[in-house]
């Protein structure tokens, strides 16, 4: 079992920035792959960003590419997201996940097998 717990959400006016954590627990952090999603209201669950059991492997939605920066530190057992430039349409909940059987791509929500709670991040104009 697997537990993730994220925080940093909040309001930020657009051009600002966050930093979210994710805190794992349960088993071997450096094990499993991480993913970012967000969801607004109305929406599908989104792919954000991924990352690979070391950091060296990093993958972004189009939409983030350039403002947002995946990070992990195995040590910590923590996964981050650094968001910058953000903008109105970057409001949602989002939601770190992990993959500890690596049975598909990254942007799938599928692929993941555990998931946390989410936290809120709104974008003001």
């Known amino acids: 079992q697997v537990q993730l717990v994220e925080s940093g959400g909040g309001l930020v006016q657009a051009g600002g920035s966050l930093r979210l954590s994710c805190a794992a627990s349960g088993r071997t952090f450096s094990n499993y792959r991480m993913g970012w999603f967000r969801q607004a209201p109305g929406k599908d669950r989104e792919f954000v960003a991924g990352i690979n059991w070391s950091g060296g492997s990093t993958y972004y939605a189009d939409s983030v590419k350039g403002r947002f920066t995946i990070s992990r530190d195995n040590a910590k057992n923590t996964v981050y997201l650094q968001m910058n430039s953000l903008k109105p349409e970057d409001t949602a909940v989002y939601y770190c996940?992990?993959?500890?059987?690596?049975?598909?791509?990254?942007?799938?929500?599928?692929?993941?097998?555990?998931w946390g709670q989410g936290t809120q991040v709104t974008v003001s104009s």
């Open positions: 996940a992990a993959d500890i059987t690596y049975s598909g791509s990254y942007i799938r929500p599928t692929t993941y097998d555990y």
